[in-house]
């Protein structure tokens, strides 16, 4: 196996945070598009669904990129666990959540992403936490703590199963994001994010339509325009973005820079499906911006 370097401070790549950006901004907004789209159809099939569409639409552009879909030898293994974890437990677990919780809650519960991130890549990248960035972090999750405390999540019997399915998700996020690293899967950026969708939503799809029996009658123009935007944007856009993001910058960076996600997906919560935003929750995400801006200058 290639050995991993460690990560020190070489600059970062611009390219790398464009991806960065996109990719947090398209799921942060997906955030109250899943929570409206409950109102209509169940979590797991419009989720494993999308993911399964989405999958088929990015195989046929890298095909017709010239782009080969075939997995290395030896290679399936790694694949199929960094696709469980990465994509399937995330889109399982967060689909599951959002039941319990509103959009701007379980978008909090996404900062815990980096936590997972930091304490997994020091051992398995040997990318250590520099002061400065651990620093960024803790001052992040503390602004993200301010929006729980201050009216966010109101930690109640009835919303802890929403809780666990959030934290669950962003555990295997961690996990799926250091070993993404660490198995270097030598592939296309298409071509995997490709597969590890295939390979992540189909499972979910087909328990979906077992279990849940979704009815396309039950779908309205916004029901639809929802389900477009996951297969598109949050599945198709974002996932090419965020895997060539991780070709280009350091899991933790990256994982850091996930905290915009909470961002977008409170302040779009606000204004799409009128939850609270109050004084402590801007001051919060006034907090997490700047915290942010310093992680990805060190």
Known sequence: MT????AGRA?????????????????GLNFPIMKFLLTEWPPLSSRGLCGVVGAA?????????????RVPDGMWLRLTLVSTLSIGGWVASMGLALIWLRASEAAVLGISIPVWVALVAWPVLDERVSLPRAL??????AGIAALI??????????????????????????LGTVLTKFFKLAMPPLSLAAWQLAIGCVPIAITGVLIEQPQLAALSQLGWASMLYMTLIQFCLCYVCWFAALERLPAATASIGTLLVPVVGVLAAAAMLREPLSASDIAALL????????????
């Open 3 to 6: 050995a991993v370097p460690v």
């Open 11 to 27: 600059p970062l790549s611009p390219l790398g945070l464009a991806f960065l950006v996109v990719a947090s901004t398209g799921w």
């Open 57 to 69: 639409g990015l195989a046929l552009v890298a095909l017709a990129r010239g782009q080969t879909l």
């Open 136 to 141: 960024a972090l803790a001052v992040a999750l």
């Open 149 to 174: 405390g201050g009216g966010g999540i109101d930690a109640s019997l009835g919303k802890l199963p929403g809780i666990l399915f959030a934290l669950a998700g962003a555990l295997c996020v961690g």
């Open 287 to 298: 907090v997490t911006f700047a915290a942010v801006a310093v992680a990805l200058r060190t």
